[in-house]
Every structure is written in C-alpha cells, then in structure tokens.
C-alpha cells in the first residue's frame, strides 16, 4: 500500500521536522511505502523567509520587526540549511512540489490512502487557512485519515467553520492529538474522535538513540535550556537556586539576549541540526522547556525536566494534557517551586507503563485505519 502524508515537512522547526521523520519511519516499519507530498502553499512558502518578512514589514511600517527579521536572516539561513540538509538524509518526499489544492487533486491516483498529521496542520493562522490540510482534493473518505492532527488554538475563526466542518465529515478516520482538540471537532461535526499519542513516539527510544548518536566523552554536564520566552530558565534558578557548578548551561531560544553570548557558563545553540537537538536532550543532566517536542523527548528518554506553561489555553493544552495523562503535572515550573522538588526523582517505571500503554492504542488505532 502506498500512503501519501501531508504535514508541515519542510518546516526549519524541531517539532515538525521530527515529528514527520518519526511518522515515515514507524509507518515504513509497519511495511507501508509512504512519502510526503512536497506541498507549500503561499503561507508556507514565505514562512521561513526572512527577505518576504522584511518586506512584509516596511509595506506594514513596522521598522522594528523588520530590523529583527533583517539580523535574523544568517542565521535562518543557517537553520534551514541544516533543517535540509535533515530532510535530504532522512525523508522521502514526492519528486513534484505542489502548491494548490487543485495540483494535489490531480495527482491522488498514485496513492492508495493519504494521512494528514501531526502537528498544527489545522491551525488556519500557520496554513494560511487553506483545507487542502483536511485533506478537502479528495472525494473518498476511506482514502482520507487523520492522525494525531492539531489546531493549536482554542476556536476556528467564524468565517471558517463551515468550510472546516465540511471537510472533517469528509474524513473516514479522525484520531487527534489533544482533548481540546477532540472537543473541538465534536462540536464542528458531532463525531467522536480519540486523542492518539504525537508520532515522536511511535519508533521508541532505541530508534532516537540512533539518530542522535554516540554521546561526547569529555562534555562537561550541562543543562539544556528550550524556551520561548525571554527569562524563564533565569526564573527556573531564580526560584530553585539550582547549582550550576561545574555545569554549562546550554540555550536553544529565540529569545536570547546579547548578554548571554558572552555570559560565563553559557552556551547559545541557535542553528542546532535536528539530530543534535535530540542527542542535546538525551545528554542534558537537566531540562528546561515550554516547548511540547522537547518535552516528549526528554520523557522518552526519562530525564528530569521542568517545563513552563505560557498562559495561553490553545497553546499549553499540548504540554499540560501530555504531563496530566503521564502524572507529571508536578513538574510544571511555578514560583514557588523549591530545589527539592526539581531533585525529586521521577518514577519513570510507572510513567513509562502507562506511556507504553498509550502509545501500544495510538500505533494500534493507526494501523487498523490504515488496512480497513
């Protein structure tokens, strides 16, 4: 059976370049010939662009973004350079590049079914709120699934509604990623759909072993910091008093200041490729993180952890629903969350039977949707 698979494959982020390489390679284990559909509508294409940015941002008069967008560029293009370079070694996408819907209809004869997942692949404010992402160029709904698919927001824009409720009843198998979301498709289309486990998942451990690669034997500890807001690990020691004694802490954010590239015991890690990203989370003594990705792996590879919420209800469903079905809530970071607690171990042996248990009904579901 050949399957064509539809996400945001081509993204210069760690969460959506791994997430699409841990579902091709689960779904090739399973003994399925899949690729992704090199598909980039307008809203995709300038994404990653930090020439369209600039523009977009001075036809705005937005100097100041427009500035930020203009420094950013080398290192952009650094990142997706390396992001490439990624996707080159370990994805198989469609020879024909896409850019409309109706392309993509005119080229589904090849396929026997199609998936669309994970990631934020409904969310209209990052597809540009195009339903070729629900799947909308097929007419067959037992060609059309959807597996562990998100909004990442909390309502559908009203002008939308109808056109993605239309869509989702056109679908033959839902499964999504968050309860929220689950919820959400309910109320657009009165179907009960499961929540299902992020494909980071589906290969296991000793598959992102691999990938990651043999551990450094002389790096100093450290610890590795994911955030996206300015000031949350300097809130995280702060708060504890968390020694960094003998230890580098290591930052990979957007919002690092010029402070920290020449701060003592820092290092900033902007253009990581994303095999590094996860070798850098696997050997961390210690996690920090608002990011859902690299909280799945630092539970996959059961390290300790702290994570910060952002506030927003679309954004911290994923983090906090994932820490909730674990029994994890307690490392949610808080003000007054002491050193002990950080220290606290982690009873990973029940954590990893009922994370066992979840993702044996997520690889379970997906299968049974496939050869239906």
């Known amino acids: 059976m050949k399957l064509g698979l539809l996400t945001f494959h081509d993204a210069a982020n760690y969460g959506a370049a791994l997430q699409a390489y841990a579902l091709q390679a689960f779904l090739e284990g399973e003994g399925f010939d899949c690729e992704y559909l090199d598909y980039r509508n307008e809203r995709r294409r300038h994404m990653y662009d930090m020439g369209w940015h600039v523009a977009d941002s001075l036809r705005r008069g937005d100097l100041a973004s427009a500035a930020k967008y203009f420094l950013g560029a080398p290192f952009m293009q650094l990142r997706k350079r390396r992001f490439a370079a990624f996707r080159g070694a370990h994805l198989k996408v469609s020879s024909r590049e896409y850019r409309t819907s109706g392309e993509l209809g005119a080229a589904t004869g090849g396929y026997d ?28 709904p037992h060609r059309k699934i959807a597996y562990s698919s998100s909004f990442g927001i909390s309502e559908i824009p009203a002008d939308l509604k109808e056109a993605y409720a239309r869509c989702l009843n056109g679908m033959g198998r839902i499964a999504v990623r968050e309860r929220a979301v689950s919820q959400l498709v309910k109320s657009l289309t009165g179907r009960d759909v499961p929540v299902v486990m992020d494909p980071v998942f589906l290969p296991g451990r000793g598959h992102w072993d691999a990938l990651a690669g043999t551990k450094r034997r002389d790096e100093t500890p450290f610890v590795f910091s994911y955030t996206n807001r300015g000031g949350q690990a300097e809130a995280f020691f702060r708060a504890t008093r968390y020694s960094m004694q003998g230890k580098t802490l290591r930052k990979l954010a957007r919002q690092t200041s010029p402070r920290d590239f020449v701060r003592r015991g820092v290092e900033v890690a902007y253009c990581l490729p994303p095999a590094e990203f996860v070798r850098n989370v696997r050997d961390a003594e210690l996690v920090l993180t608002a990011s859902f990705h690299c909280l799945s792996f630092a539970i996959l590879f059961n390290k300790p952890f702290v994570c910060f919420l952002t506030g927003d209800a679309g954004k911290d469903e994923r983090p906090a629903g994932l820490l909730q079905a674990l029994g994890l809530e307690g490392r949610i970071f808080r003000s007054g969350m002491t050193l002990d607690e950080v220290k606290a171990p982690i009873d990973y042996g029940t954590v990893n039977g009922k994370l066992d248990d979840l993702v044996a009904r997520s690889k379970s579901w997906l299968l049974d949707a496939l050869k239906e």
């Open 113 to 140: 079914k199609f998936v669309v997942g994970s990631d934020q692949v409904w969310n209209p404010f990052n597809n540009g709120a195009d339903t070729a992402f629900l799947l909308d160029f097929l007419d067959d």
